[in-house]
């Protein structure tokens, strides 16, 4: 990139062009192709960075250009969806969460006899730790009885 006052005297002294004045006696800037050959080469590195062909009739083409470079901020991480599988897992690994993302969210129930259900991945299966509580009475002191739990299926 470079400043019309790297390849023009006339420019102002902050290199910037200027309409010049006639009654001042200070003359326009001249319009040299150094200037506008660096402008657009800007703007064709952009198109061709996105991996688009520059076309003669697409007025937004640096603004697509713009869009497939950078993420969206309308729906977040929407963009690496479409991305595949492999840019799923480098979004995942770069954000330190690995695998573990891929287990799922704790669901359950608090109530006075509840559960919850962790998920996790152990040696790279998804499983499930399930807990249960609740409390229950017995009639005999020391001895011993079977309850039947019914688990949550999921």
Same mark, same amino acid.
Do not use: H
């Given at each position: 990139?470079?400043?019309?006052?790297?390849?023009?005297?006339?420019?102002?002294?902050?290199? *910037?062009?200027t309409d010049g /004045?006639?009654?001042?006696?200070? =003359?326009?800037?001249?319009?040299?192709? &150094?200037?506008?050959? +660096?402008?657009?080469?800007?703007?064709?590195?952009i198109v061709e960075?996105?991996?688009?062909?520059?076309?003669?009739?697409?007025?937004?083409?640096?603004?697509?250009?713009? *869009?497939?470079?950078?993420? /969206?901020?309308?729906?977040?991480? =929407?963009?690496?969806?479409?991305?595949? &599988?492999a840019a799923i +897992?480098?979004?995942?690994?770069?954000?330190?969460?690995?695998?573990?993302?891929?287990?799922?969210?704790?669901?359950?129930?608090?109530?006075?006899?509840?559960?919850?259900?962790?998920?996790?991945?152990? /040696?790279?299966?998804?499983?499930?730790?399930?807990?249960?509580?609740?409390?229950?009475?017995?009639?005999?002191?020391?001895?011993?009885?079977?309850?039947?739990?019914?688990?949550?299926?999921?």
């Open positions: 990139m470079l400043r019309i006052g790297q390849v023009e005297t006339t420019a102002t002294s902050d290199d *910037k062009y /004045s006639v009654a001042g006696g200070v =003359a326009a800037t001249r319009l040299r192709a &150094a200037a506008f050959n +660096a402008i657009q080469e800007e703007l064709a590195n960075s996105a991996g688009l062909v520059l076309s003669i009739d697409d007025q937004t083409q640096v603004l697509t250009g713009l *869009k497939k470079l950078f993420l /969206s901020r309308l729906n977040p991480f =929407a963009d690496i969806a479409t991305d595949g &599988a +897992a480098t979004c995942l690994a770069n954000l330190g969460l690995g695998n573990i993302a891929l287990a799922g969210v704790c669901t359950g129930s608090q109530a006075f006899a509840g559960y919850i259900t962790i998920p996790m991945i152990i /040696s790279g299966a998804k499983k499930n730790l399930i807990i249960q509580w609740g409390l229950t009475t017995t009639n005999t002191a020391g001895s011993g009885s079977a309850y039947t739990t019914t688990l949550p299926v999921a």
